[in-house]
């Protein structure tokens, strides 16, 4: 319904003074889409933007004119979707390859170069070995997505022009200063990490770890997660699996520990970046309550997104009444 809404109400021209800087976030990064809607409906459309992590690939649907076709897919993924993305490894530097990601994504979007965008974008990477953050402006779109959204220990890096590249949430989670690099004069920037500390674990009361496809578990992403990790570690011990997605409260699992971790270094490094580089409106989708990798959620996180906008009405219109 909102795609088609928006299909048929003019929408105003880029703006390329305004800079639309697109912070990480995984699963809650969808709340990107429902910002971007809400901005253009009051008017205000970025002529820049920038992403870090799934930040890039919501900028990419945006720069490239296929928000709508990305908000379509986005709200008709389930778990069974998002379990299949996953083609697990023990090797190489993480647990997914992502190369089903990036093959679905190449179906998907169009095989563009960043340059050939319509509206210029900015990637945010991580060079592993020297811990610089990466900018990529020109280069295939797809690869720059790829780097960006390698979350270290769940997605395997990227080798790139002789580097190993990783999120670039592990050094610019709110990418401001590149927006600025690109020539915006005002930045909204959109902040997923500002509520997350310590909310990162999962509620789930389980004991142990499903050995088989239980009725009871078909909704449930984590128990179908389970069952794709020991299908691909091929009969390794099954306690490596309960390590791997936790036990419960008493016990979290690496994707606990891991989720729990980075969110902690990107809620200090987000508030020490803007200290230092402030944009000129900061729009904080409330999402705490999901967990990483619940993409199935989609619809929670584009409502948040909208509403975050709504609240920042005033401050938006104050801070864009002269540009």
């Avoid at 379990?83 to 169009?110: S, W």
């Avoid at 770890?209 to 009725?215: H, K, L, V």
């Avoid at 419960?248 to 230092?276: C, H, K, W, Y």
């Avoid at 959620?297 to 005033?314: K, N």
Wanted: aromatic share 4%.
């Amino acid at each position: 319904m909102g795609a088609q809404m928006r299909q048929g109400r003019k929408q105003p021209p880029p703006d390329p003074r305004i800079g639309l800087a697109l912070g990480s976030g995984a699963a809650r990064g969808w709340a990107h889409i429902g910002v971007i809607n809400a901005l253009t409906e009051l008017g205000i459309r970025p002529g820049i933007v920038t992403g870090t992590s799934v930040g890039s690939l919501v900028g990419a649907g945006y720069a490239s004119g296929q928000l709508d076709q990305l908000e379509s897919w986005v709200r008709g993924l389930d778990w069974m979707d998002i379990v299949g993305f996953f083609d697990v490894t023990l090797l190489g530097g993480g647990l997914i390859q992502g190369e089903k990601l990036l093959d679905y994504m190449r179906a998907k979007m169009k095989p563009v170069a960043l340059e050939e965008l319509d509206i210029p974008l900015g990637i945010v990477a991580t060079d592993l070995n020297s811990g610089r953050e990466v900018w990529f402006r020109e280069g295939p779109l797809l690869e720059a997505i790829r780097a960006s959204i390698a979350l270290p220990g769940l997605f395997t890096p990227v080798r790139h022009e002789g580097r190993w590249l990783v999120d670039g949430g592990l050094v610019d989670p709110v990418p401001v200063s590149l927006c600025r690099a690109m020539g915006a004069e005002t930045v909204i920037a959109v902040n997923l990490n500002g509520d997350i500390v310590g909310k990162h674990f999962s509620a789930r009361k389980r004991q142990q770890m499903p050995t088989e496809a239980d009725p009871d578990d078909e909704d449930d992403l984590w128990a179908s997660m389970s069952r794709q990790f020991r299908r691909g570690l091929s009969g390794q011990n099954s306690e490596l699996l309960a390590k791997l997605i936790g036990r419960g409260e008493a016990s979290p699992g690496l994707f606990d520990v891991m989720a729990g971790s980075i969110n902690i270094m990107q809620d200090r490094i987000t508030r020490s970046r803007m200290a230092g580089d402030p944009p000129e409106v900061v729009i904080a989708p409330r999402l705490a309550q999901l967990k990483p990798l619940e993409f199935d959620q989609a619809a929670i996180a584009i409502a948040e997104g909208r509403a975050a906008v709504e609240r920042m009405r005033p401050a938006l219109a104050a801070v864009l009444e002269d540009v």
